[in-house]
T-cell receptor, first 112, second 115 residues
Framework: KQEVTQIPAALSVPEGENLVLNCSFT??????LQWFRQDPGKGLTSLLLIQSSQREQTSGRLNASLDKSSGRSTLYIAASQPGDSATYLC???????????FGTGTRLKVLA | GAVVSQHPSWVICKSGTSVKIECRSLDFQATTMFWYRQFPKQSLMLMAT?????????EQGVEKDKFLINHASLTLSTLTVTSAHPEDSSFYICSAAGDYQETQYFGPGTRLLVL
């Protein structure tokens, strides 16, 4: 059974710092992995989607990497801003079922 | 990108009533739709998978008679919470995928409060 864990659970950093969020999964037979952002009381905003054949994806200040063999993904946020404050979720889609299993989330707070 | 909408975005109801939540894919045909539930400060949990024209497949521990799912067309799936109780209060999110299911597009969510 696929399990997805995110570390740290919460993170508070001063504005301008570069930071790394971690996601680990137990079953490497994934179809893709996706990082989402969720603001309080809101739905999900897709940030980056990495197919199982890819190693990384970049969008603006965000870079996500994927190492299937070790069951890990990282989300790198460069030059963090207060507007980046949100909960970040990673989710893996398993091969064959395409169901997404979500991680526990990292609550990020960027201080001005 | 593809757009998925949910209606209503907010609903408050009395205990014992039934509530219907709609999930629509606005610009693509969704062969498969997924329903998730999120409790406060927790992650999303998959409730069920529905394919157009067939019965939904429920995850372990989810009561199919409690959470009725209908996927009658390629653009609409509905989740009905029957005889709602306060413990059903939650954030419900749907996602939709096309023929190859390689990408799911998520709706904005519906917040349900049962008094």
């Amino acid at each position: 059974k696929q399990e997805v864990t995110q570390i740290p659970a919460a993170l508070s950093v001063p504005e301008g710092e570069n930071l790394v969020l971690n996601c680990s999964f137990t079953d490497s037979a994934i179809y893709n992995l996706q990082w989402f952002r969720q603001d309080p009381g809101k739905g999900l905003t897709s940030l980056l989607l990495i197919q199982s054949s890819q190693r990384e994806q970049t969008s603006g200040r965000l870079n996500a990497s994927l190492d299937k063999s070790s069951g890990r993904s990282t989300l790198y946020i460069a030059a963090s801003q207060p507007g980046d404050s949100a909960t970040y979720l990673c989710a893996v889609s398993s091969s064959g079922t395409y169901k997404y299993i979500f991680g526990t989330g990292t609550r990020l707070k960027v201080l001005a | 990108g593809a757009v998925v909408s949910q209606h209503p975005s907010w609903v408050i109801c009395k205990s014992g009533t039934s509530v219907k939540i709609e999930c629509r894919s606005l610009d693509f045909q969704a062969t498969t739709m997924f329903w998730y539930r999120q409790f406060p400060k927790q992650s999303l949990m998959l409730m069920a998978t529905s394919n157009e024209g067939s019965k939904a497949t429920y995850e372990q521990g989810v009561e199919k008679d409690k959470f009725l799912i209908n996927h009658a067309s390629l653009t609409l799936s509905t989740l009905t919470v029957t005889s709602a109780h306060p413990e059903d209060s939650s954030f419900y999110i749907c996602s939709a995928a096309g023929d190859y299911q390689e990408t799911q597009y998520f709706g904005p969510g519906t917040r349900l409060l049962v008094l």
